[in-house]
């Protein structure tokens, strides 16, 4: 290979050559120029505003028939004009130089060529790395190591500068450097550039530095995409209640991966694990190997299925031995590498022992587990059900399974509509709910409570599991606790106590309050002295068989409460005083005409009756005072009489 380079004046005439050539040709136009890869020739007219901008320019020429390649070189002259150099290379055999084979191959390739004179900051380029950028090379000429920089991520300058100086001081035989450029539409693509020192000044310092970009945008995004879900792939394994292992598949059973998660979940780091010979198998209980191997060897075969699932106990590091399920697979590598096992193993201990219990509270009367579901479209039912059900229900299971308000129509109507209330609400929070409820057989009321925690299926369905348990005796013992905790034992009426809880609950009296109630305070007339004459049996008769001829005169809201000896207090909700008087008058009258049978004796007994309502007093000592001194005037009046009472100024 040989060049010749022909020196032309700003005019374009042939002012000198480095070789004798035909004197015909003095004038630049009767040259043939092209731009690299293109097929229209250029006049050198339109060159001279490009050389302006960018001093060299490379080029195709054709000569005398020849094809060449070469450059456009503009010189300045001291007086100013300029002065153009245009280069041909050429071989002996008339066949393309390797550099025009270069640039075809650079070209072919689609690789942007950089030639940058640290020095003087001059950086030539071709199209294709003007054309990474979105622009053509005439968009950007001149181009310098500033422009490289204005294109370049801020984030990884620094990191440039860093990779440039360890290749300068021969840390890095070439600078390689990898980074995001910003595009003319505003984008960011990713490029790497590659390249070299090809010349240094006489005292050392890096001259020329040739080299090429190449755009791999999508290569790296699909890089990072792929460490992207690496990441979360670690992430969720690190979540993951299970843990993953790989051992080889031959006589070794050599552990040659495991995820984090054996830690938290058997007791070993995964350093312990790792490389180990036979250290999985030596971990399973003895009588367990063989059922272990039985999987193993199956899915080798795939004689069943080619995942399959093994249950055994392992021994954990603390020494604890658990139930582990492992779906075991085989792995064979085709290319004649190593074939192996790959395991994911969930602690079963839990699902065991609830299993135990599940199934043990399920043969346990008086209570039963069930399941009971709500389908996307609001139908309920019972899948599943223990033996006791029927027994409790009066519903067979296939019923239970079809439609649940089979069951429902067996429950209490009070009880039927809170539960309903309970099953929305838990459906609408995914919350658990409890509660009791009755159902009346053969003559008796039973009691249970029940308890259920929801599930959200994937099909939309709501499914709770829970349990029964029939608390009819507690439940008989609590009401009788109570009913002896609120109730007078000889008569049957409520307690002071009861009477004073029942006030205090309507309201804290106040003289505007919107609901007004009523209390009567009741007094046997001449009680001491049928105590004395009858003795106290006929005493407690008469209170007794006074309260049961008083009780059908009054509401289910009225409260009637014994408050000691022959005194009795009526408690009237939503009452006033006017309405207060009649029912206390008719109470006075029906007892003077209740005749009291004790044994022989027969007697008839009266009544004086304090009447005052809640917007008489601010407070309930009050109010009780001022009945009591209503009743306490019937007396002085000469008893049998109903009283209203006042306010005394």
């Not at 830690?263 to 198998?281: A, C, D, K, M």
């Not at 020494?319 to 064979?332: A, S």
């Not at 004790?598 to 304090?610: A, D, K, P, R, V």
Request: proline letters at 4%; aromatic letters at 10%; hydrophobic letters at 35%.
């Amino acid at each position: 290979m040989h060049t010749m380079s022909l020196l032309f004046n700003q005019q374009g005439q042939l002012t000198a050559s480095t070789h004798s050539i035909d004197q015909s040709v003095v004038n630049v136009d009767e040259i043939v120029l092209f731009y690299r890869g293109q097929t229209t020739p250029i006049a050198f007219a339109d060159l001279m505003p490009i050389l302006t901008k960018q001093f060299r320019i490379d080029v195709d020429i054709v000569f005398r028939g020849q094809k060449y390649a070469g450059n456009v070189t503009r010189v300045t002259k001291v007086d100013g004009e300029s002065e153009y150099i245009v280069s041909l290379k050429h071989s002996t055999d008339n066949s393309a130089a390797p550099t025009d084979k270069m640039i075809n191959i650079l070209d072919s390739a689609q690789i942007a060529s950089w030639e940058w004179n640290v020095c003087s900051d001059e950086l030539h380029v071709n199209e294709r790395w003007a054309n990474i950028l979105g622009y053509t090379l005439a968009d950007i000429v001149p181009v310098t190591y500033a422009t490289w920089l204005s294109h370049l991520h801020p984030d990884y300058r620094p990191l440039l500068e860093q990779k440039l100086l360890a290749h300068y001081r021969g840390k890095e035989s070439y600078f390689e450097f990898e980074s995001p450029v910003l595009t003319h539409d505003g984008e960011w693509v990713w490029v790497k550039d590659i390249g070299r020192v090809v010349s240094r000044t006489d005292d050392g310092e890096p001259e020329w530095v040739f080299g090429a970009r190449i755009d791999i945008h999508r290569s790296k995004m699909a890089q990072l995409e792929l460490e992207k879900l690496q990441q979360q792939l670690d992430h969720v394994m690190e979540l993951s209640p299970s843990v993953i292992y790989k051992m080889s598949a031959d006589h070794n059973e050599e552990i040659r991966f495991i995820t984090k998660g054996v830690e938290s979940l058997l007791g070993y780091s995964p350093n312990e694990v790792i490389g180990g010979q036979h250290w999985w198998t030596s971990r399973i209980r003895h009588e367990d190997v063989k059922e272990y191997r039985r999987c193993a060897q199956s899915t080798k075969l795939r004689a069943y299925h080619p995942i399959m699932d093994c249950e055994y106990r392992f021994t954990k590091g603390n020494g604890e031995e658990v139930w582990l399920v492992d779906r075991l697979r085989y792995v064979e590598n085709g290319d004649g590498g190593e074939s192996y096992f790959v395991g994911s193993v969930i602690d079963l201990s839990e699902f065991v022992t609830l299993n135990q219990h599940f199934k043990t509270l399920s043969l346990l009367p008086p209570g039963i587990i069930y399941q009971f579901e709500q389908d996307a479209e609001g139908h309920m039912s019972f899948p599943y059900v223990s033996q006791e059900f029927e027994h409790i229900f009066g519903v067979s299971p296939e019923e239970a399974q079809q439609d649940a308000k089979h069951v429902f129509a067996v429950l209490h109507p009070d009880d039927e509509s809170v539960i309903k209330k309970l099953i929305e609400q838990s459906s609408i929070e995914m919350s658990e709910m409890e509660s009791e409820f009755r159902i009346e057989r053969d003559g008796e009321t039973h009691w249970y409570f029940f308890q259920a925690a929801p599930a959200k299926q994937v099909d939309g369905a709501i499914l709770w599991s829970g349990q029964i348990i029939d608390i009819t005796e507690r439940k008989q013992m609590v009401l009788k606790l109570e009913k002896e905790s609120t109730t007078d034992p000889l008569t049957g009426t409520y307690n002071r106590r009861f009477f004073m809880d029942q006030i205090k609950l309507l309201r804290e009296l106040t003289p505007d309050h919107p609901h007004e109630f009523s209390i009567l305070a009741l007094d046997f007339d001449h009680f001491k002295t049928i105590n004395d004459t009858y003795g106290h049996d006929v005493g407690d008769a008469v209170l007794k068989q006074t309260v049961h001829a008083v009780q059908p005169l009054l509401r289910e809201p009225d409260i009637l409460a014994r408050m000691g000896g022959e005194e009795f207090d009526i408690l009237l909700p939503n009452t006033s005083a006017t309405d207060a008087m009649l029912v206390a008058e008719r109470i006075r009258d029906t007892v003077e005409q209740n005749q009291i049978r004790h044994g022989e004796t027969h007697l008839n007994i009266t009544l004086t009756i304090g009447v005052v309502s809640s917007l008489q007093a601010t407070n309930i000592p009050e109010l009780l005072k001022l009945a009591d001194r209503a009743l306490y005037r019937g007396k002085e009046q000469g008893r049998n009489r109903v009283i209203l009472a006042s306010i005394e100024r």
